[in-house]
């Protein structure tokens, strides 16, 4: 198995370490102090813009704390204000409470997929956290607050609820799901196989340690279908196959994703920013904005 009690560049809580040390280490206590330190840009209640809103884009967990920092400098299991948090997705929910377990020493990742509790007849692209108990991998939403009405329970979520990018790709391709059904919201036009497909790759990167943004984009990611569709047929069935046990897949995987450039970001990635910004490149060695070209 993958060491993913070690920390990523990503999940590393940097000079912010010690921070972690006073959250709690039980799973729905862990889970309610995330949701303490983040609010969702677009589920919040708050409309954020600016500087503020420009805090989806702190793809580092070290980036997320050093924003609270300097907003709260206060412990990080004081309260804080919705208006107070740092702003992010379902994504950030993930990452932060993956890099507080991983602190702990708990094997932890962040798994990338779509949800069908938030809509019905609406497949929402979605993220959400895994720990290994000792016996198997539990999956939790840490953005979620418990409750009956979402019908299961959000800090060890069944099969259903959410499906893997891998397995809502290999879905559509069968027909048995309609892409159109699939994307950010139904209100936008962000949707589609093609949307389907680029996030089978954002599930392999984040499966390997490089959990970047939803919004992220390098290799063969396009918002089209027009290419040779074997290559994510296979991607998706191995990521099938891996989170079923199978260890050869995921060693194929791995190596399939450390060769080939198509599958894993270089040292610069794009960034479609969805702060309605125009779209700019990062160098992921120095953590800065590079001219794009």
């Not at 206060?74 to 740092?86: G, K, N, Q, S, Y």
């Not at 809509?119 to 929402?124: E, R, V």
């Not at 680029?198 to 290419?227: C, K, N, P, R, S």
């Not at 599958?263 to 125009?278: D, E, Q, Y």
């Amino acid at each position: 198995m993958k060491n993913y009690a070690q920390q990523t560049a990503y999940s590393d809580p940097g000079r912010y370490a010690e921070l972690l040390d006073a959250l709690p280490t039980d799973i729905p206590g862990l889970a309610k102090a995330i949701q303490n330190l983040l609010i969702h840009y677009r589920g919040g209640g708050i409309e954020f813009t600016g500087e503020r809103l420009d805090e989806v884009n702190n793809r580092w967990v070290e980036a997320i704390l050093a924003a609270d920092q300097r907003r709260n400098g206060i412990p990080l299991t004081a309260p804080r204000e919705p208006e107070d948090r740092v702003v992010g997705c379902c994504r950030d929910y993930a990452l932060l409470f993956v890099s507080a377990l991983r602190h702990q020493g708990i094997p932890a990742r962040s798994r990338i997929g779509f949800a069908s509790c938030f809509q019905p007849g609406w497949n929402a692209d979605h993220v959400i956290a895994e720990y290994w108990n000792g016996d198997r991998w539990v999956r939790v939403d840490a953005q979620l607050e418990p409750g009956e009405h979402w019908g299961f329970d959000v800090q060890d979520i069944p099969a259903g609820p959410f499906r893997s990018a891998a397995e809502v790709w290999r879905g559509f391709r069968a027909g048995e799901i309609d892409g159109e059904t699939c994307g950010v919201d139904p209100a936008l036009p962000i949707r589609g196989g093609w949307f389907i497909r680029d996030y089978v790759f954002l599930q392999l990167a984040h499966l390997e340690g490089d959990e970047l943004l939803l919004w992220d984009g390098w290799g063969a990611m396009a918002d089209d279908l027009e290419m040779d569709l074997t290559p994510t047929d296979e991607l998706a069935a191995l990521l099938v196959a891996a989170d079923n046990g199978d260890d050869a897949a995921a060693t194929k995987l791995h190596d399939w994703y450390k060769s080939d450039p198509d599958l894993h970001p270089g040292a610069k990635i794009m960034v479609h920013s969805p702060t309605g910004t125009p779209p700019y490149s990062i160098d992921l060695s120095t953590r800065q904005k590079v001219p794009v070209g």
